[in-house]
């Protein structure tokens, strides 16, 4: 899609279609949408008078101007209420907008930007276009069959009255689109199966990133893993006949700048291993690179968004299956950190291939580090597939990433991590176990993590529910959703914003 930002006033203006929005019941027309009505003699406020067109949150209506207005088409999307609306819901009434537009089969979009409450015009216009850009994504890249009747909106024109406006716009817009691509890259990577998207995949997306942004990369091959001494990543690894990669991002490496590391989980098809998953929607299981797809999103966002920070992205990337040569529930792995692991189970991978990154992330003596991880099915249970599981060592940056989620709407969750959690995996034979019980499964994931960060302050996203969802959300297609990106450069911007003198 195409989007561009031009001077001028919606109801003088000349194209295929304009997208005015309106609230419910209002008792006057405000903003771009009043002018329009006045210029169409009140056609607009008698429609809404009569209740022909209520505003009712998503609701959508087109309405043909017949040569009243330049505008060849009006589409009336509907707020809501005044006073329930936020910038969350904008990013909704954007996508269903632009939903509603698409199936219409028109392909040019006018849309002016009006001011609200006290959002600027550039938050306005962010939230606009990160809803138009996340609700229209589809992902079509194999299918083959009517590929011409496939509708899709190709440009986006924004609308801005004065310079000053304008200039506001152009900042919204700017960073709406690098977020919401990067978003959209990580939601192809989920999407994409695993025999298209596997570690190698990952890594030379990781390249192609970093050649683009001039970023550093370092892939580590399955024998520098090992020689290395990640056991524990290498076990998982073994089972399968595609190569492993430890792969290693650096966003301006070298600068006296606070550092900070992500860790993405790059399962790319996660069968359970010799603890084989039940078949039913083991093909979701594509989709356990979430994590990496986020960190992978975030640092390409945030070396576009220019951010002063040391960024250091770490993927371990293997797919976890069964074979000869797999390893085995009852197998004792020696971690990188030097910590020995007994196996319970072969599906409790995530938390093998994450503990060896995590260790490795210690020699950068980061700020935070932050991993993101489809980890526990026990997430799912406890906090269903809307929310994050939130954990971590260190309140403030809890609170940073709280204040994140609330910024971005992609909605977190706190989870304790209490020392008494320790219990449920001591080990007869080893340090510590891989799996508990079944009571408290995604805080024995986390806890299990919290071993290799030391002292570094740290926190875990479970995404395991809202990585990958069934049913479509506002501004979120089902499948493959790229959770976690927006979360991630809101906290690194704020990070940035609120740190002008670092380390
Ligand atoms: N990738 C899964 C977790 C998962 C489940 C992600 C559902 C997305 C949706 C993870 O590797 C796993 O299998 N975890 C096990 C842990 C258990 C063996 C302690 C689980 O959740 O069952
Ligand atoms: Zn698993
Ligand atoms: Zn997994």
Redesign the pocket.
Known sequence: MDLRIEKGSAEKFSCELLLLFSFQSPSSLEGPIQKVDQAWNGFLSTLIEQNDFKGELFQCRLIHTQGALPAKRVVLAGLGKKEELDLEKWRGVASKAGQFIRELGIKQVTCPIQPFKDESEEELTDALVTGFLLGTYQFDEFKTLDRDKAKKIDDLILLGETVETVQQIQRGLNRAQIISNAVCMARDLANAPSNNVTPSTLAEKAKEIAKQEGLDVQVLELHEAEAMGMGAFVAVAKGSQEPAKFIVMEYNKNQTLDTIVLVG?G?TF?S?GISIKPADRMDQ?KA?MSGAAAVLGALQAAAKLRLPLHLVGIIPATE?LPSGKAYKPGDILKTLSGQTVEVIST????RLILSDALTYSLRYQPRAIIDL???TGACVIALGDYVIGLFGNDEPLLKKVEEASIKTGEKVWRLPLWEEYFEYIKSDVADFKNVGTRAAGAIIGAIFLRKFVETIPWVHLDIAGPAFIEKERPYTPKGGTGVGVRLLVQLLRDWSSSNPNPQ
């Open positions: 989980k399962i996660d359970g299981m356990d976890n599906d409790a991978e995530g991880a489809t980890l």
